[in-house]
């Protein structure tokens, strides 16, 4: 059973910083890709950033490049969301989510998710 638990999120004001963090278990984390999605209210969920396996190669949402950084450490099963410059828009909650692939962008294509951490940008 693969665990993917969310953590980091919180309530900041327009231009402020977040970081995330996703800890998994119950699998070969360095095997497996991982990103992070976000749904605002009303709001189908939206890809945000994805990592390799590896760790080499990482994909990103136009809406939030220059701003967010995805990255991940293999020795802790954990993969972050750095948020900059944040701005009312990016309030939604933030999932985290695991692929077997190497890499994906579609939601559809992710096998196990967490059960989300709230972010809310204030004006």
């Known amino acids: 059973q693969v665990h993917v638990l969310e953590s980091g999120g919180g309530l900041v004001q327009a231009g402020g910083s977040l970081r995330l963090s996703c800890a998994t278990s119950?699998?070969?984390?360095?095997?497996?890709?991982m990103a992070w999605f976000r749904q605002a209210p009303g709001k189908e969920r939206e890809f945000v950033a994805s990592?390799?396996?590896?760790?080499?190669?990482?994909y990103s949402a136009d809406s939030v490049k220059g701003r967010f950084t995805i990255s991940r450490d293999n020795a802790k099963n954990t993969v972050y969301l750095q948020m900059n410059r944040l701005q009312p828009e990016d309030t939604a909650v933030y999932y985290c989510?695991?692929?077997?692939?190497?890499?994906?962008?579609?939601?559809?294509?992710?096998?196990?998710w967490g059960q989300g951490t709230q972010v809310t940008v204030s004006s």
């Open positions: 119950g699998h070969t984390f360095s095997m497996y890709g």
């Open positions: 990592i390799r396996w590896s760790g080499g190669r990482t």
């Open positions: 989510a695991a692929t077997r692939r190497t890499v994906a962008v579609s939601a559809l294509d992710y096998d196990y």
